[in-house]
Every structure is written in C-alpha cells, then in structure tokens.
C-alpha cells in the first residue's frame, strides 16, 4: 500500500482505499475466529460438557485479555498518523514502545489467570461438574497470553504500515496447526491421549506462539529496521505513560464489551448445561460474522489516521462515512443469512437436537442486533483514528453494565423471561452503543483533529511530529475531558 497521499477525489475512491486494506484484515480476523469455530466444532461433536467448559474457560479468560489487547491497540493511531506524517522514527519508536506495554501488562494478566481460574469458577457459581475442566481450559490458555499480546503488536503496526499478505499467511498456517493439534489432543487421534477442553486449549497456546515466530521470519525485512536498533527514550516514562492515556482506555472499552458478552454466558451457566452449550453455538455464529466490521474498523482507524497524519480533514470525515455505511451494509446482509438458514448455520457446531432447539430461539435475537453491533465497532475505529479512546470507554460501561446487563439479569432470573432474555439485553446495549458514538464522531468531526505526539516537546530531534506539538496538549486535544456532557459509547 503507497504512504497516504493527500485526499481522495470520490468516495468511490475511498471506498476502493478501504477495501484494499479492509479485505485482508477481515481474512486474518476470520483464520483467527475459525480457529475457535473449529474448536467448538471438534469438542462440540465430542462431548456437550467439553463444550461448556471451554465456552466457561473462554468467558473467563477474554475479559483480561481484551483488556491486554485494547492497551496494545494504541500502535493504531501513533504508527498510522507517524505514517501519513512520513515520520519513519516516529513508527519505529512507537512499535517498540508497543512492545513493552505488551509485555508488561502480559506478565501480571499471566500470573492472575493461573492463580485465580479456580476461585473464578466458584465465585461465578458456575455447575460443579464443569468447573475443575473449565479452570484447567483457562490456565493453559494463559500460558499463549505473552506471545498473543506480542503478535498482536505486530500485527497492529503492520496493518497500519500497510503489510498485510504476511499476516494472512501466518493466519492460514496457524489454521492448519490448531486443526492437527485438535485433532490429535481433543479426540485422542494418531495415538495421543484424548484430552478433550484440555486439547482445546493446548491448541491455542501452541497457535500463538507459532504465529508469532512466522510474523517474525516473514516481514524481518519490514519490521527489523523498526524494532532494531532500539531507539532513543524508547523506555521514557513520560511517553510511555502518554501511550497508556490512549491504551488503556481501549482496553477498559474491549474488556467492558468482552465481559458484557461472558456475563451472557455465564447467566446461562446459572441456567444449565443445555443453555451454555446452545449460547456458544450461537455466540460462535454472532462473533465470526463481527469479524467483518471488525477489519472495518481497523481499516477506518488506519484510513482516518493517515489522513490525520496528513493533515487531510476532508480525507478523514471521507474515510469516516464510507466506513460507516460499509458497515451497515455488510451487517444487514448477514442479519438476512441468520434469518433465512439458522438450522444451517448451527447443525455446523452441533448435533445435540436440545441444544440446536435452543440455538434457534436464539439466533433470531442474534440476527436483530447484526446492524447496531457492526456500526458501534466501526465508529470505534473511527474514533480510535483520531486518538478518541475515552468515550468509548465510557459507553461501553453504561451501555452494558450500567443499562443492558441489570435489566437482562432481572428479566431472565426474577421476571420470567428466561435465558433469550439476556440476548434482549445485548441488543439494546448494541444499539445504545451504535447511536452514542456516531454522535461522538459527528461531534468531534466538526472541529479540528490534532495529529498525537507521546514524545512530547522534549522528544528526540528526528521527530517531525514533535516540532508542532506538545505531548498531552495533543493527546488532550484528540480525548477532550468534558465526557459527562457528550453522548456516551465500543
């Protein structure tokens, strides 16, 4: 992908720029969601309980970390608006700061989720019979957090630089090791023991380290001028901490999101085996279709901070619509897809005719709310292009947590609506989501973006960005602090 060149003369035009980029992300987001697909599928056609456990493990595991993966995710705007600005030292100093946030939040996140799996299982009141495999399940799934976080930096800084066939290749080559070790562990193939949940889990870890070295190998010629030699104040407190202003807003939004989706899960652990088994049948169908939003929200990010980084206004607001109705449109397709061939979809991940009589109570609610979830997540890109990553934070809290999920949880358990009660409860934080920040970006749009500066006025001499700006004023100007009076929300 050529450096961001000034603006675009059509939407048509912006619309091509996106897809180019958008394609490929939502190909490596699809090979790292099918490798979850196939692990409900093998471990769903070995055994109901397994299934359940691994959805348990996996709702305790996500919430850390998206939160490791949203405080990463603050190499989207620095290295892309570094990018547009053609400022080479710039990228290379926020990859390698990326870097060491992601393996300084990896190692606390590592040390809570093996010594605490066991106390999450019981203080969630999860079934008896379940917990001891779903705590092992997360435990090892763990033990891939630190190379996970690292691929994800990686990764991040690539897509914003534009290379993204590596990355897609390491994805599909991932694919094919997660298939064999599920094979052989989950159903005790080729003469290895049946570990069932355990294999699972075993599976992922192995995947993420693999990806990691294959990143590596395949884009050292890209990557290796900007990660060696290291550069100068790369472990700088003062950047460090302006980076964590932008990250962990973005992985407070992720982890609120994420856990809203798990506390679905586990009120249906409250229900029984029958439910958590249909829910992550379900659940599996609504992610791998947010896959594609999601891509488009990372092509938005890069679009729209290559145009900040460019100092484009028209080419940032362009990249924001044509995002936005890229958005709804894709979203809405597969809203008709849930509705005209559930049994389809589902008979995939089971066979169990109680769980898929469930599923298909559930896949309508799922497919209602296909428009909302897309159009949050790609405004949240959009947001994040510019450096906004505070009020997303905040929608996200009182969409899901303040609103959604109280009156889903009283609807389900104390009003009779039963566990479909708490797919209600998602779409109205979805919508909720949807409506608050595409009031954000209309409001923010309308004034002046400042391109971020981490660095600050004292940063290194080879920093362009640093001679028009001054660290937290910039960082300030892209999150403004008068939240409470904005409209809140991913």
Request: glycine fraction near 10%; include cysteine; proline fraction near 5%.
């Amino acid at each position: 992908m050529p450096r961001y060149g000034g603006a675009m003369s059509t939407l048509r035009d912006e619309l091509r720029a996106q897809v180019r980029l958008a394609v490929p992300v939502i190909g490596v987001n699809l090979g790292l969601m099918s490798m979850n697909i196939v692990d409900s599928a093998i471990i769903g056609h070995v055994s109901t309980a397994g299934l359940s456990a691994v959805s348990l493990g996996h709702a305790v595991l996500w919430v850390p970390l998206s939160f490791g993966v949203g405080l990463v995710m603050a190499l989207d705007p620095l290295v892309s608006q570094a990018f547009g600005a053609k400022d080479d030292a710039a990228v290379a100093r926020a990859l390698q700061r990326g870097l060491v946030l992601a393996l300084a939040v990896a190692v606390p996140l590592l040390v809570l989720l093996l010594l605490g799996a066991d106390a999450a299982m019981a203080a969630l009141d999860q079934p008896e019979e379940l917990r001891d495999t779903a705590a092992a399940y997360t435990r090892i799934t763990a033990l891939g957090l630190p190379a996970l976080l690292v691929f994800v930096a990686l990764r991040r800084s690539l897509q914003a630089l534009g290379r993204l066939r590596p990355i897609v290749w390491v994805t599909l080559l991932a694919n094919v090791v997660n298939a064999a070790v599920d094979w052989a562990l989950v159903r005790g193939e080729w003469g290895f023991p049946q570990l069932g949940a355990r294999g699972c889990a075993v599976a992922t870890t192995t995947c993420n380290v693999v990806m990691v070295v294959l990143l590596l190998a395949f884009t050292w010629r890209d990557l290796g001028p900007h990660l060696l030699p290291v550069r100068e104040r790369v472990l700088a407190l003062a950047p460090l901490g302006r980076m964590l202003k932008l990250g962990v807003p973005i992985g407070l939004a992720l982890a609120l999101e994420a856990g809203a989706f798990n506390a679905v899960t586990l009120v249906m652990g409250w229900f029984g085996t029958l439910e958590l088994a249909a829910n992550r049948v379900v659940l599996t169908l609504a992610t791998a279709s947010f896959m594609l939003p999601l891509g488009l929200s990372t092509a938005a990010a890069v679009r729209v901070g290559h145009a900040v980084g460019a100092g484009d206004p028209e080419g940032m607001r362009r990249a924001a619509r044509v995002a936005l109705g890229t958005g709804a449109v894709v979203m809405g397709a597969f809203a008709l897809l849930f509705v005209a061939a559930p049994l389809t979809l589902l008979s995939a991940f089971t066979d169990d005719r109680e769980v898929l009589e469930l599923a298909l109570v559930f896949v309508p609610l799922a497919a209602g709310f296909q428009l909302f979830d897309g159009l949050q997540v790609v405004a949240a890109g959009v947001l994040r292009g510019i450096g906004d990553t505070r009020v997303p934070m905040l929608v996200n809290l009182v969409g899901y947590w303040i609103l959604a999920l109280p009156l889903g949880t009283l609807a389900a358990r104390r009003w009779g609506g039963g566990p479909q009660a708490m797919w209600w409860a998602l779409g109205g934080g979805l919508l909720f989501a949807a409506v608050a920040l595409v009031l954000r970006i209309r409001n923010r749009f309308a004034g002046e973006i400042a391109k971020l500066d981490v660095d600050g006025p004292d940063g290194p001499p080879d920093d362009v960005a640093a001679a028009g700006a001054a660290g937290d004023a910039a960082v300030g100007a892209a999150a403004p602090e008068d939240h409470a009076a904005e409209a809140l929300l991913p």
